[in-house]
């Protein structure tokens, strides 16, 4: 898939747009100074997501939190921006055969020449349900996490490591017997060739289910031809010390947040 970069000067940013999409470049232009007042938010906390309709396409803007002055410094000089990552990886993902939203652009706005805010855009995706559902339990849906376990290994031979490989980040749908997957939240990933301790470790954050984390990983493993149960313990392992230092730095934010109300 090849691009087309559109940079504009004059408003102090730099724009790139997926010629797939060419026909949104007037959106696409006026997103920095229409986001705040337009458009149905989605999600809201450290980035704002929202949902726009723009000529029959449902697409959803990422606006990236307004970094500190020595990350806009980096984002300028040395490491591309988190909009830029976005497009970019979800570009390669797409040509590598996995799923993801298509990317439709991103936006850099400048201020005082260095980077300041970001926005990638791409299309709404259609996929309806969560790895959220095993976070806590595996219920009903052993046969889903097992072509989840199928799906992952399809990533990882693939070279491609998500490091945010969260259950909010990971889409799926059921047809028939069939399960598809989408991935999400794509401005934090590797890619080459992978060890067997970064396969394994990319299931740390999955769920907080041993029974959930299990079941996946010894799919995994079996498909895979390595030892099940060394891997699953391998797995569980760092499971075990991801979630414990989630449960450390939970703590201190609440210790600073009860000092901070005296």
């Not at 149905?40 to 606006?63: G, L, S, T």
């Amino acid at each position: 898939m090849c691009r087309i970069c559109v940079s504009v000067l004059a408003l102090g940013m730099n724009i790139v747009i997926n010629p797939d999409y060419s026909d949104l470049s007037y959106f696409v232009k006026q997103l920095p100074s229409i986001f705040v007042k337009e458009g149905d938010m989605i999600y809201e906390a450290r980035n704002q997501i929202k949902k726009f309709r723009v000529q029959d396409i449902d697409v959803v803007v990422k606006c990236y939190k307004i970094p500190i002055f020595i990350n806009r410094i980096i984002y300028t000089l040395f490491r591309p921006s988190k909009a830029k990552r976005a497009y970019e990886y979800a570009i390669s993902l797409l040509d590598k055969g996995i799923r993801t939203p298509q990317p439709i652009a991103y936006v850099e706005v400048k201020k005082n020449l260095f980077f300041y805010q970001g926005y990638f855009i791409s299309r709404r995706e259609e996929y309806p349900r969560m790895m959220r559902e095993f976070y806590n339990a595996i219920g009903t849906g052993e046969h889903i996490l097992k072509e989840f376990a199928k799906f992952t290994l399809k990533v990882h031979e693939a070279g491609i490591l998500h490091l945010d490989y969260s259950p909010g980040n990971i889409l799926f749908e059921e047809v028939g017997n069939e399960v598809h997957f989408s991935l999400v939240d794509l401005n934090r990933m590797r890619f080459g060739t992978l060890s067997e301790k970064e396969c394994l470790s990319n299931f740390d954050r999955i769920s907080l289910s041993d029974e959930v984390t299990s079941c996946i990983v010894a799919e995994y493993s079996r498909l895979r031809g390595w030892d099940v149960a060394d891997s699953v313990k391998t797995a569980l392992c760092y499971k075990a010390k991801f979630w414990k230092k989630v449960a450390k730095k939970t703590a201190l934010k609440n210790k600073m947040r009860k000092e901070q109300s005296f």
